[in-house]
């Protein structure tokens, strides 16, 4: 399975911004994908998690997103969204996607080790 992130750019502090991700591979490759985040990470610091879904639909976010960004998913287009609003200098970053398998991990989902394939990214700045 490939990742695909689009959707970044550069924009205010305050403003709004759309990832997309989308999953592509041989036929079947992604059926039973169930868990999928979205991960940032900025010049000179380790990847960290900002938003996921689990097994059975919930959301998990991040502090320092929770309120701001929004994650969701659109199955029949194989598509995950990142929605973020309120920008802040402090979310620039380089913003992956991920998926894999899973029941019901909760807030382990936003832990990177729990991925091992990841998209090209998409880079996301934010001026003050």
């Known amino acids: 399975v490939q990742y695909v992130e689009s959707g970044g750019g550069s924009v205010q502090s305050g403003g709004s911004m759309r990832l997309s991700c989308v999953a592509s591979?041989?036929?079947?490759?992604?059926?039973?994908?169930?868990?999928m985040g979205w991960f940032r990470r900025a010049p000179g610091q380790e990847r960290e998690g900002v938003a996921a879904?689990?097994?059975?639909?919930?959301?998990i976010y991040a502090d320092s997103v929770k309120g701001r960004f929004t994650i969701s998913k659109d199955t029949a287009k194989n598509t995950l969204y990142l929605q973020m609003n309120n920008l802040k200098p402090d979310d620039t970053a380089m913003y992956y996607c991920?998926?894999?398998?899973?029941?019901?991990?909760?807030?382990?989902?936003?832990?990177?080790?729990?991925?091992?394939?990841w998209g090209r990214g998409t880079q996301v700045s934010v001026s003050s």
């Open positions: 591979g041989p036929p079947g490759a992604t059926d039973g994908v169930n868990c």
């Open positions: 991920a998926a894999r398998r899973c029941v019901n991990l909760g807030r382990a989902l936003l832990s990177p080790s729990r991925f091992n394939k």
């Open positions: 879904i689990d097994s059975d639909g919930s959301t």
